[in-house]
């Protein structure tokens, strides 16, 4: 039989997967805790016990896009057409289908360093070429660095607000200047926006869609963050009608619609009380507030603006890489983080943290980690 293909599954075990310890605490994760609120459970229940379980009517999806299109509108400063929008079987699809729609294999793709490892994994899978383009873990980029990687062949830059694995959140200002790079060298801007409206209180959840004016970017939303429902897989893109036609049609190959929970779930999602999202979000915070105070500035250089993950730099600590602290910290401490060479190797001597955890296991795992960052040196 012929060998799998290297660049879609000759993918290493993570160091940080090995070993199996009773008292663990995972801080290696991008889910959280939360599970499904309890409006949206309950129609997940009524939809299975209807008598349309077997087929996702157009009514449902037209009802699904009509609150996606209030929601990006109140809370994304977003004003688009229902014609724009793509609901999708999760975040990770979306972005899929979005990259196998507006490029072609042999194209290039912009992703960021350090940035999430699944925009290089999906462009692979499409025979796309993923091109790493440095940027601060404050989010700003190196634009004479990234213009210098601008060839023939780029067609995306995708980048993810707010980022993973950093946490950073571009202002306005920011995401204007990023628009305008793309306008410059006429590239379409792919906006994994997963985390969404999981920012410091008072921050309204703008990405670069709001400073679009001819129709090159997408940005791609999910459940899975901002209401828990990581296990519906159910998203969304939005972008200029043509290419939503053609991003539809992309899905479409692959799969008809979401199912027909899933769309019922992200019914009531956006029909619940916004209380629900507003104390996820408020727990969020507290958590980050957490971290600042119990990590020094040194190890937190740049403290998340947005989500619930966040990049620690160990370069002060005795230990060479990321890879080695992570495993090292698991061994001793049975305390699970990624290593920072999941997301590139301007963050080869980081880690990442989840800070999505109740609040024990979360006061544990911060007293393990200070505890090994006093032995390390740091």
């Not at 014609?83 to 196998?100: E, F, N, Q, R, Y």
């Not at 410059?184 to 985390?195: G, K, P, R």
């Not at 992200?266 to 029909?271: D, F, K, V």
């Not at 002060?316 to 401490?333: I, K, M, V, Y």
């Amino acid at each position: 039989m012929k060998a799998l293909s290297l660049t879609r599954a000759g993918v290493a075990l993570p160091v940080a997967d090995k070993g199996h310890y009773e008292d663990l605490v995972d801080l290696s994760s991008d889910y959280s805790h939360y599970t499904v609120p309890k409006p949206v459970a309950e129609a997940v229940v009524h939809a299975a016990q209807s008598t349309d379980l077997g087929r996702a009517t157009a009514a449902q999806g037209r009802a699904l896009v009509d609150g996606i299109v209030g929601k990006l509108q109140q809370c994304n400063a977003l004003e688009v057409d229902h014609d724009s929008v793509v609901v999708t079987a999760g975040g990770t699809m979306g972005i899929s289908v979005a990259l196998a729609a507006v490029a072609d294999a042999g194209d290039e793709l912009l992703v960021p360093d350090p940035g999430w490892p699944g925009f290089a994994q999906l462009a692979r899978a499409w025979g796309l070429t993923p091109v790493r383009y440095p940027i601060g873990w404050d989010g700003r980029i190196d634009y004479p660095a990234l213009g210098q990687l601008v060839t023939p062949r780029t067609k995306l830059i995708a980048l993810s607000q707010p980022s993973n694995p950093t946490g950073a959140v571009l202002d306005l200002p920011a995401l204007r200047e990023l628009v305008g790079f793309a306008q410059a060298h006429d590239l379409y801007v792919l906006s994994d926006e997963t985390f969404d409206l999981i920012r410091l209180p008072d921050s309204l959840a703008r990405g670069p869609g709001c400073c679009d004016s001819d129709g090159r970017v997408i940005s791609v939303f999910s459940f899975a963050k901002t209401h828990a429902l990581a296990g519906l897989r159910l998203g969304y893109v939005v972008a200029a009608a043509p290419l939503a036609r053609a991003i539809a049609r992309t899905q479409e190959a692959l799969m008809n619609t979401p199912s027909s929970l899933a769309i019922a779930a992200g019914m009531a999602a956006l029909a619940m009380d916004s209380s629900v999202v507003e104390s996820m979000r408020e727990f969020y915070n507290q958590q980050r507030q957490t971290l600042q105070i119990l990590l020094p500035p040194e190890v937190l250089p740049y403290p998340p603006a947005g989500g619930f993950l966040a990049l620690l730099d160990i370069s002060r600590t005795s230990l060479p890489t990321g890879d080695a602290f992570a495993e090292a910290l698991l061994q001793t401490h049975h305390l699970r983080v990624a290593p920072g060479s999941w997301f590139g190797e301007r963050a080869a001597q980081a880690v990442r943290i989840s800070f999505a955890l109740k609040e024990r296991p979360f006061g544990q795992a911060m007293a393990r980690l200070g505890d090994f960052l006093e032995e390390r040196g740091s």
